[in-house]
C-alpha cells in the first residue's frame, strides 16, 4: 500500500470512528514521530480532541520544550496526566525505581495516571504500530480495552500497518518538525533514565529500559 492509500485509510477508519461512536474521544501523545502523525490525522477532524500526554516529571528536557512548542503551534487542547505523588516525593519514600523496580516506577507514574484519565472516555486514539517491537507485532487497528474499573474503550490504532518510514515520510509532507533527539540517535522517546539509542538495531525499543523490558504496561489489558 502507498503512504496516499495509508493515509486515506488512517482517515477514514478515523472518520468513522467519530461519526459511529458518541462517547468522548481523547488521543494519547508522547510527542515521538508517529504521535504527531496520528495528532495531525485525529485533530484535523476533531480539532479540540483531548491530547493526553503521561507527565511522568523524568522526561528529556527536550521533550518538554517540544510538547510546549507543538501544542502552540497545532492549538492542541494538552492534557497532562501525572502521578499522585510528585517525583521528589516518590524519590523520598521510596528512592530511585527507575533503577530498582521500574515496573513499580512506570504503575506510580504512568499506568494509573492513564487508567484514571482514560476513565473519562468512550473512544481511544493511539499511534501504536505493528513494525514498533515484537511487542506490538499482532495490534489491532480496532480494539476494545477494559480498564481495571470496569469501563470498556475502543482502543483505535489507525497507524498500525504503518512504517517508520511512512510516519517520516508523512511528517515530512507535513512539514511537521521532530523532536530533537532523534537527530542524536534515539528512536524511541520515553523518560529520559530509561531511554538510550537502541541496544539493536533491529528493534526501535530495544532502547527503553536498556533492553530489560519492553513496554511499560499502558497497553497492557487488565483481565
Ligand atoms: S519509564 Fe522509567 S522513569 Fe518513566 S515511569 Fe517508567 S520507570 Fe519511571
Redesign the pocket.
Known sequence: MTLDQKIDSATALIRGVFSENGGAACVTCSFQTECMALVDLVTAQQPSIPVLFLE?G?HFPETYSYRDEMTERMHLNLVNLAAKMSVAEQESQFGI??QTA??R??S???VEPLFRGLGDYGVWFTALRREQSPTRANIQAVDHFKLPTGHQLLKVSPLADWTNADVWAYLKRRGIPVLPLYDQGYTSI??????TPPVNPNNPRSG??SGQKLE?GIHIQSE
Open positions: 511522568t523524568y525505581l527507575n521500574p515496573d516506577c512506570c506510580i507514574r504512568k520515553g523518560c529520559a533514565p530509561c531511554t527503553r529500559w511499560c
